[in-house]
């Protein structure tokens, strides 16, 4: 694929601006497909790099995603480098704040239950800290929706707070106030 947007990929950078670069152009030359296919191929040598590009894209303009909600949830048991797993579960807080919203993105419940069965096990397996706090404020968001969640993100959130960062202690201890009101 020697797409210009295979080649912005490859020379761009980790840098915010170089990824805010990426993906202004794949808002503008509505390349969403092209982009979450890169992605959810983690064979890819630039997999990890379109994640952290779509996670732009989502957080700017999600409903351009909605079409590749599907793949996504079914990509998302697959990942397994840190560097695309951080960005993933941003797209999964974002999928389900606008999910729980009034006009945003309807999830369908196999979608849910996707999305909550992954970040369950980011919750519990070795993950990074960003990773685990953008799995625990999604699973909260959903938790408003299945109660069954509350109780299995506050007896998760206490079992493993004292063997976290101070990061992941903080996320956890508002969590868990909310849950407790």
């Known amino acids: 694929m020697n797409s210009e947007l295979t080649h912005k990929l490859e020379v761009g950078?980790?840098?915010k601006k170089s990824r805010v670069a990426i993906s202004n152009?794949?808002?503008r030359k509505d390349s969403v497909q092209e982009l979450s296919s890169i992605a959810f191929d983690t064979s890819n040598k630039l997999h990890v790099m379109a994640f952290w590009c779509l996670e732009l894209v989502c957080?700017?303009?999600?409903?351009?995603?909605?079409?590749?909600i599907d793949l996504f949830c079914e990509t998302l048991r697959k990942l397994t480098n840190d560097s695309?797993?951080?960005?993933?579960?941003?797209?999964?807080?974002?999928?389900?704040?606008?999910?729980?919203?009034k006009n945003g993105?309807?999830?369908?419940?196999?979608?849910?239950?996707?999305?909550?069965?992954?970040?369950?096990?980011r919750l519990i397996q070795e993950e990074k800290v960003a990773a685990k706090v953008y799995a625990m404020k999604a699973l909260?968001?959903?938790?408003?929706?299945?109660?069954?969640?509350n109780d299995e993100l506050k007896l998760i959130?206490?079992?493993d707070y004292p063997n976290h960062?101070?990061?992941?202690?903080?996320?956890?201890?508002?969590?868990?106030?909310?849950l407790s009101q």
Do not use: M
């Open 84 to 101: 695309s797993i951080r960005p993933a579960t941003k797209i999964c807080y974002f999928l389900t704040k606008s999910n729980h919203r």
């Open 25 to 27: 152009f794949v808002i």
């Open 157 to 159: 959130l206490t079992q």
């Open 59 to 68: 957080e700017k303009k999600l409903k351009l995603f909605t079409p590749y």
């Open 13 to 15: 950078t980790a840098s």
């Open 165 to 178: 960062s101070i990061a992941y202690q903080s996320c956890s201890k508002k969590i868990l106030k909310k």
């Open 140 to 149: 909260y968001v959903l938790g408003k929706k299945y109660d069954w969640i």
């Open 105 to 121: 993105i309807s999830l369908t419940q196999e979608q849910e239950h996707q999305i909550i069965e992954a970040l369950i096990d």
